[in-house]
């Protein structure tokens, strides 16, 4: 089967660091994808782990674990512009991609 | 063009009435998918393309669903007699060979009345 589970909501101070977790149970998976989708907006890609470990761009960073079928993004500094949803999306070898049902971050001032 | 392209934006139709929605992709792309988002959830898988064949289409829900590009650019979900169970954004990506970004189009509202 295919699945990405993830918390629904996450509720977080500006400024603040948040972390938001992603299970899965994909076969023949590739990555890990992560994408933020503003309300009435596309989604748009922010990060890709093709290995486990730690990858960074700026206040966001990624993280995987292949052997714990988990990953997670980590925001820093918190910005009332990160309110959105924020998606794991699990790539597969033949290139579909299965997307989790998000999470939405509630950013408080 | 620039980016993916959804036409129209919004459809609001009658139930039991026949729509098409239009993906414009980012030129030379070659992976194209089309999703379908509801309040609050993710999107939800239904088709993708690898150049003009369906590569996986295990996620349309019923035989009122069909998509097309035959020339591996342009793409079109068809809907036939629509249910107002249909009603959510359609979400179209595409991606280049090899890609692990996906870039996305800013979706068409369907509403069926």
């Known amino acids: 089967g295919q699945s990405l589970e993830q918390p629904s909501e996450v509720t977080a101070v500006e400024g603040a660091i948040v972390q938001m977790n992603c299970t899965y149970q994909?076969?023949?998976?590739?990555?890990l994808s992560w994408y933020q989708q503003h309300d009435g907006g596309a989604p748009t890609f922010l990060s890709y782990?093709?290995?486990?470990g730690l990858e960074e761009t700026g206040r966001f960073s990624s993280f995987l674990s292949r052997s714990d079928s988990y990953g997670y993004l980590l925001l820093q500094e918190l910005q009332m512009k990160d309110s959105a949803s924020y998606f794991c999306?699990?790539?597969?070898?033949?290139?579909?991609?299965?997307f989790g049902k998000g999470t939405r971050l509630h950013i408080l001032p | 063009g620039a980016g993916v392209s959804q036409t129209p934006s919004n459809k609001v139709t009658e139930k039991g009435k026949y729509v098409e929605l239009r993906c414009d992709p980012i030129?030379?792309?070659?992976?194209l998918y089309w999703y379908r988002q509801s309040l609050g959830q993710g999107p939800e898988f239904l088709i993708y393309?690898?150049?003009?064949?369906?590569?996986?289409d295990s996620g349309l829900p019923n035989d009122r669903f069909f998509a097309v590009r035959p020339e591996g650019s342009v793409s079109t979900l068809k809907i036939q007699r629509t249910e107002r169970g249909d009603s959510a954004v359609y979400l179209c990506?595409?991606?280049?060979?090899?890609?692990?970004?996906?870039?996305f189009g800013q979706g068409t509202r369907l509403t069926v009345v």
């Open positions: 990506a595409s991606s280049a060979t090899g890609a692990t970004e996906a870039f």
């Open positions: 994909t076969s023949g998976f590739y990555g």
């Open positions: 782990n093709a290995l486990d």
């Open positions: 999306a699990g790539l597969r070898r033949d290139d579909k991609i299965i």
């Open positions: 030129s030379g792309h070659t992976a």
């Open positions: 393309f690898q150049g003009t064949g369906a590569a996986d």
